[in-house]
């Protein structure tokens, strides 16, 4: 399968703590972005990268929250001090500029619960 | 503010008949509006997208349509199938970044 693909799928975290989630994008797709959804709402836009560079972080992204792709393939998201309020879907997206209209494709996403 | 807007939470329909979802926005300087699929627990599949110098866009059961002056687009699907059903959401690409603003979502349920 040559999907985006994410890992953990599920994490439950106690509140206060540090979690990390990982996505791989499809190989190729020199953009990787991440979103975050919560219940009843559309995915909303937290920062993405092209390659190794992070050209856009939304205001929701706090403090607490840091991002990486140090190599230009796969990213990392990092939350310190985890919230209830972090409680949600993290969504990661990865798409290709070229040759036309871009399209995001999404993996299965990281469904996190602060307890 | 909310950009993108799907004022219908859901939509009931009967298999074999048309479904159309709808989805409103407020920034002329959106470029590319597409629609994706998402079944609990999975991430969004993409479904159809449509450039903002077109005005329709076709893809075997769906269709998009886009009308710049209302700043409307609608996904029309035909002949509607029981595994249609699922929570669909339209997106508008930023010019400016190429993030995507989402709408709220429309589920879709399709009766047989």
């Known amino acids: 399968d040559t999907g985006v693909s994410q890992d953990p799928r599920h994490k439950i975290t106690k509140r206060g703590q540090n979690v990390t989630f990982r996505c791989d994008p499809i190989?190729?797709?020199?953009?990787l972005y991440w979103y975050r959804q919560t219940l009843g709402q559309g995915p909303e836009f937290l920062t993405y990268?092209?390659?190794?560079?992070?050209?856009?972080k939304s205001r929701l992204l706090s403090d607490r929250f840091s991002a990486e792709r140090p190599k230009g393939s796969f990213s990392t998201l990092e939350i310190q001090r985890t919230e209830q309020g972090d409680s949600a879907m993290y969504l990661c997206a990865s798409s290709s500029p070229w040759g036309g209209l871009e399209t995001q494709y999404f993996g299965p996403g990281t469904r996190l619960l602060v307890l | 503010d909310q950009q993108v807007k799907q004022n219908s939470p859901s939509l009931s329909v009967q298999e074999g008949r048309i479904s159309i979802l709808n989805c409103d926005y407020t920034?002329?300087?959106?470029?590319?509006f597409l629609w994706y699929k998402k079944y609990p627990a999975e991430g969004p599949t993409f479904l159809i997208s449509i450039s903002s110098i077109k005005d329709k866009n076709e893809d075997g059961r769906f269709t998009v349509f886009l009308n710049k002056s209302a700043k409307h687009l609608s996904l029309h699907i035909v002949p509607s199938q029981p595994g249609d059903s699922a929570v669909y959401f339209c997106a508008a690409r930023d010019n400016q970044g190429g993030k995507l603003i989402f709408g709220q979502g429309t589920e879709l349920s399709v009766k047989p």
């Open positions: 990268f092209q390659n190794e560079a992070q050209l856009e």
């Open positions: 920034n002329s300087m959106f470029d590319y």
């Open positions: 190989s190729e797709h020199n953009r």
